[in-house]
């Protein structure tokens, strides 16, 4: 599929840190520092985000997990918002369980949850598949990528 960008996010399952308690499987997430339920949307959430730090050097303190947005006067929550170094919203990624399908619902979803936010770059995958694409607002047009973006350097 054109503009597919393959990612080694299954190389990054040696560096999960997983456990069962009271009979569920769990996932630490390191952003937020909690325990999580290892559903498959998680699964892909955490490897892509070990991914996105230990391989891109993304930072940490600039990633936010399930941020609030309100999209047309409806409250909904953005899988991964990162930020730029001046902590404006800067990639918006969502994340589908390996068994969903990335399909233009998909992108749609994404793109509304980007109305508030414009942000530069959108990211959807579902562990299998990532699209990324640079968004221009001036020209009202997208383009998409072949790798993810690197993290943006302080401007000074």
Request: charged residues 20%; aromatic residues 10%.
């Amino acid at each position: 599929m054109e503009h597919l960008i393959e990612l080694p996010l299954l190389d990054m399952q040696k560096d999960l840190k997983t456990r069962t308690q009271e009979g569920r499987r769990q996932v630490f997430d390191a952003i937020r520092r909690k325990w999580l339920v290892l559903q498959p949307e998680e699964h892909v959430r955490q490897l892509l985000l070990l991914y996105l730090v230990h391989q891109l050097g993304y930072s940490p303190i600039h990633i936010g997990i399930e941020k609030k947005l309100v999209v047309n006067t409806l409250t909904r929550r953005c899988d991964i918002l990162v930020y730029s170094a001046e902590m404006a919203p800067w990639m918006l990624i969502e994340c589908k369980a390996p068994a969903v399908p990335i399909t233009q619902a998909t992108f749609d979803q994404v793109a509304r949850y980007n109305m508030p936010l414009q942000v530069p770059f959108l990211t959807v995958t579902n562990g299998l598949q990532t699209f990324c694409c640079a968004l221009d607002y001036e020209q009202s047009s997208y383009t998409f990528l072949d790798t993810l973006p690197e993290f943006p350097k302080r401007r000074f």
